[in-house]
């Protein structure tokens, strides 16, 4: 097992933070800062393959589908977390991107002992939640070898499911299982095998591109308003607000009173506003144009 860690890039040391213990506060920050720049890059590297993997997403949850995360530890967190963000940002359903980590939800506060090593756990997480061959899966481990998520995946293909993998190793066990690898290369850590950091951070700049731009091709974003928040509280509500006032031109009063009468669905407001309609045909008309406002009103202006 030691020499077998010795070969993955995760677990390599890092020559310039080989003294970071001896440095003052200021200067150990500062280079913990140089190595994140790093981050960025690395993601730029895979770009082509997050693409790809964003198309095959969308078309399976434009058919009906599902988007899966899939992840031990850290790689798990960032997972669940990408996942519980969908709902309030975009106003779609809970069950729509669904986030499984190693050990289940106690796993998210404090790691469970075992969980990650077993393949068959990660085909019993998806079984659990009726995985199906519509649905798309992301399997995440910054090593690129973990059994619960190698055993997802598999599971996953033999359904006939896309299986994609984001990892931060090159020649990873998990690239095998994929059908496309998003692989950032952003070095070794600061703290050798410390990968909640530059690894984590790739991770998690990869996830935010994959749910923000299936969002936005599926009509949840109008500009670069995010236009099916949740207004589930005040700050929200204001947003929705700010939201309709901003693509329509209405004073605060006239969003706010159109807003209630639609249950505060900024989109059906929008449309409501920009083409004079009622609620119900508001609804109609944003159906016919697969939730896309553009299109809606296309269709709709003589």
Do not use: W
């Amino acid at each position: 097992m030691g020499m077998e860690l010795k070969k993955i890039d995760t677990e390599q040391r890092n020559p310039r933070t080989a003294q970071i213990d001896t440095l003052s506060t200021l200067e150990m920050v500062t280079l913990i800062n140089d190595e994140d720049h790093k981050c960025a890059e690395a993601v730029r590297e895979v770009l082509p393959q997050v693409a790809k993997s964003i198309d095959i997403i969308y078309e399976k949850i434009r058919q009906g589908g599902r988007l899966f995360y899939c992840g031990a530890g850290t790689s798990g967190r960032l997972g669940v977390l990408d996942a519980s963000e969908c709902p309030p940002t975009y106003g779609v359903d809970p069950g729509l991107v669904v986030g499984l980590i190693a050990g289940g939800a106690p796993a998210f506060l404090k790691a469970v002992e075992g969980a990650e090593d077993s393949r068959e756990l990660g085909q019993k997480d998806l079984e659990n939640n009726h995985f199906s061959r519509n649905d798309a899966l992301v399997g995440i481990a910054a090593s690129g070898r973990t059994p619960y998520v190698i055993g997802a995946m598999d599971y996953a293909r033999s359904l006939g499911a896309p299986v994609m993998a984001l990892v931060c190793c090159r020649d990873s066990e998990m690239s095998r299982h994929a059908d496309v690898t998003m692989c950032p290369l952003p070095g070794p850590e600061v703290v050798t095998g410390s990968s909640r950091m530059k690894s984590g951070t790739c991770q998690k700049l990869v996830l935010n591109l994959i749910s923000t731009c299936v969002m936005i091709k599926l009509g949840k974003v109008y500009g670069n308003l995010m236009v099916d928040v949740m207004a589930s509280n005040e700050k929200l509500v204001h947003r929705a607000i700010s939201i309709v006032c901003t693509v329509t031109g209405a004073t605060e009063e006239k969003a706010h009173e159109t807003l209630e009468q639609c249950g505060f669905s900024c989109k059906t407001a929008i449309v409501m506003l920009l083409l004079g309609l009622d609620t119900k045909a508001a609804r109609q008309a944003l159906d016919a144009a697969d939730g896309r406002i553009a299109l809606a009103v296309q269709q709709n202006c003589p």
